[in-house]
């Protein structure tokens, strides 16, 4: 697949794990089907947004009907591969990576954390939310024993490019970075990088149109 | 303005504070113009993407030359109303509270975050990362005494809905929704719903298509 394939689909690939939201609450009603309307309605798009996006599924909703809901479930975590589980460390204990371990989405997801690691040595032989954590300097063996797929960073800025270093030469090929940073990998690491701004950059444009100008 | 609209840009404000970092980069390494190519470059996109994304700042490239520093710099943040402070406060001081009052890029981005407010007893009356931290009786009065303008909820999801509620009440018109509930609010009141999955979803694709189908 080409690069630009792959840019133009990102919207539609974040979009999905809302879509799956919607479409699991309808099956918790006890629904069989649901309509792009519906999803559109619940999530306030355009129905052609969501009967477009849907489209990479391969699921074909039927006229007057919808899409068959366990289906399209299946066929959207298949999609995004969480029709499997991924094992994952934190990288930095501290509050934000404290947080991310006690996200319920993630671990109904499929994202099962397995080890913490801190330089501060009064959290290293504790555990975070049942996780335990330990001393950066043992990252590398416990990557390979317990065969760990990806990263989450959530170091302070300041040594955030040293430890994505100490993860990718522990053999991590995919990195979920909460940091500001901009890291530098080579080319066979995938990075997801995570930006808060982004969604303030939302809200300040929703607070322009909605409450004007010289707000 | 029509709501389909400002959906349709809604990828495009998300991208302008990448933007705004590559750009404010370049004008600290002194340089007077930067091209589209090069800040596409920059952030693996396509030139084209770049140049119809900045295009609603109304800032025009000069062909071979490029954008101007410091007008495109001042376009963006005029456009998001970076130009100008926000006052917020965090309900919930938690460790993702916690995290979000530490978080610099907001407030260089203008996030003024004026005070926390938890449940816990045993928080109320300290201070997080420098903010106060008042019980939630003391909303109402806080949000008025400090002409607060935006409300990051953080509080575990249980407490979600019941809380913003408590917000909305207060007179805050802007919620920055970081809980997973799809809160219900008055049609007055704008929600920006972060959504970690999205990033996993990201992330999951990229593996996908880095490390094949059988991995």
Same mark, same amino acid.
């Given at each position: 697949?080409?690069?630009?394939?792959?840019?133009?689909?990102?919207?539609?690939?974040?979009?999905?794990?809302?879509?799956?939201?919607?479409?699991?609450?309808?099956?918790?009603?006890?629904?069989?089907?649901?309509?792009?309307?519906?999803?559109?309605?619940?999530?306030?798009?355009?129905?052609?947004? @969501?009967?477009?996006?849907?489209?990479?599924?391969?699921?074909?909703?039927?006229?007057?009907? !919808?899409?068959?809901?366990?289906?399209?479930?299946?066929?959207?975590? $298949?999609?995004?591969?969480?029709?499997?589980?991924?094992?994952?460390?934190?990288?930095?204990?501290?509050?934000?990576?404290?947080?991310?371990?006690?996200?319920?989405?993630?671990?109904?997801?499929?994202?099962?954390?397995?080890?913490?690691?801190?330089?501060?040595?009064?959290?290293?032989?504790?555990? @975070?939310?049942?996780?335990?954590?330990?001393?950066? !300097? $043992?990252?590398?063996?416990?990557?390979?024993?317990?065969?760990?797929?990806?990263?989450?960073?959530?170091?302070?800025?300041?040594?955030?490019?040293?430890?994505?270093?100490?993860?990718?030469?522990? !053999?991590?090929?995919?990195?979920?970075?909460?940091?500001?940073?901009?890291?530098? @990998?080579?080319?066979?690491?995938?990075? $997801?990088?995570?930006?808060?701004?982004? !969604?303030?950059?939302?809200?300040?444009?929703?607070?322009?149109?909605?409450?004007?100008?010289?707000?």
């Amino acid at each position: 697949m080409k690069n630009s394939n792959k840019l133009a689909s990102m919207p539609t690939i974040k979009r999905l794990p809302s879509y799956l939201h919607v479409i699991e609450a309808a099956e918790k009603e006890g629904k069989e089907y649901i309509s792009g309307t519906v999803i559109a309605d619940e999530l306030e798009l355009e129905p052609i947004q @969501v009967r477009k996006d849907l489209a990479v599924t391969g699921i074909v909703g039927k006229p007057r009907i !919808g899409f068959p809901v366990r289906d399209l479930i299946n066929a959207i975590n $298949q999609f995004l591969r969480w029709d499997r589980e991924h094992q994952a460390v934190v990288v930095g204990a501290g509050h934000l990576g404290t947080a991310l371990i006690g996200y319920e989405e993630l671990a109904h997801r499929g994202v099962r954390i397995r080890a913490a690691f801190d330089l501060d040595q009064q959290k290293v032989g504790k555990t @975070v939310n049942g996780v335990p954590v330990y001393s950066l !300097g $043992q990252l590398s063996d416990k990557i390979q024993e317990l065969n760990i797929d990806i990263a989450i960073l959530s170091v302070p800025t300041s040594h955030a490019q040293a430890v994505a270093d100490m993860i990718v030469k522990a !053999g991590i090929r995919a990195i979920w970075n909460f940091t500001t940073v901009k890291l530098k @990998v080579p080319s066979n690491v995938v990075v $997801q990088k995570e930006d808060m701004s982004s !969604g303030y950059a939302m809200l300040s444009v929703k607070m322009k149109h909605a409450f004007g100008e010289h707000d």
